[in-house]
């Protein structure tokens, strides 16, 4: 079983622009969302699809498991998921030894920006750049489950 053990910061300002490594387009929708599990559909670049199953209420570590399906299968699962459908566009950037993925949201979460560092080990300790804002780990109004499954106040979503 694979875990996820991940910290999640807002963005500050564009300096990350000048350093990224990688850029797809993400459309996810989620099947299932309850505050201990969730079943979430995923596309990358409307080319290929996921299906990702995470347990756990820890949003610093989660139980994680991540299968390919079929495109089109992806894209009526989007269709019929619960709540809205979250676009955003994943940028990856290299600092320090890790690998920052910048979600830039589009549609219903314009303007949002929000920084994820993946680690090994709770115990890393990322050197944090100077790009980041607050950090919102436990947060859960920025989960992508909350967002794409609740009704967000954009007052609090997107403050620093």
């Given at each position: ?12 300002d564009?300096?990350?622009?000048s ?15 309850e505050?201990?599990r ?28 991540e ?15 619960d ?6 566009t994943r940028?990856?950037v290299?600092?320090a030894?890790?690998?920052?993925e910048?979600?830039?949201f589009?549609?219903?979460h314009?303007?949002?920006v929000?920084?994820?560092?993946e680690?090994?080990?709770e115990?890393d300790?990322?050197?944090l750049?100077?790009?980041?804002g ?5 947060d859960?109004?920025?989960s ?5 499954t609740?009704r967000?106040?954009p007052?609090l979503?997107?403050?620093?």
């Open positions: 079983m694979a875990k996820e053990i991940e910290r999640k910061f807002l963005v500050r564009d300096a990350w622009k350093n990224v490594t990688s850029e797809t387009r993400i459309r996810q929708a989620y099947i299932c969302a505050s201990d969730s079943v979430r559909i995923r596309t990358k670049n409307d080319e290929t699809a996921l299906v990702t199953l995470k347990f756990g209420t820890d949003l610093l570590v989660r139980d994680e498991f299968y390919s399906i079929p495109i089109d299968d992806a894209r009526e699962m989007i269709g019929i998921a709540g809205h459908v979250i676009d955003k940028y990856t290299d600092f030894g890790f690998t920052w910048i979600d830039v589009a549609g219903h314009r303007g949002l929000i920084a994820e560092v680690m090994q080990s115990t300790d990322p050197k750049p100077a790009w980041l607050r950090e919102v780990t436990g859960k109004r920025y992508n489950q909350a967002l794409a609740q967000s106040r007052g979503v997107h403050a620093l």
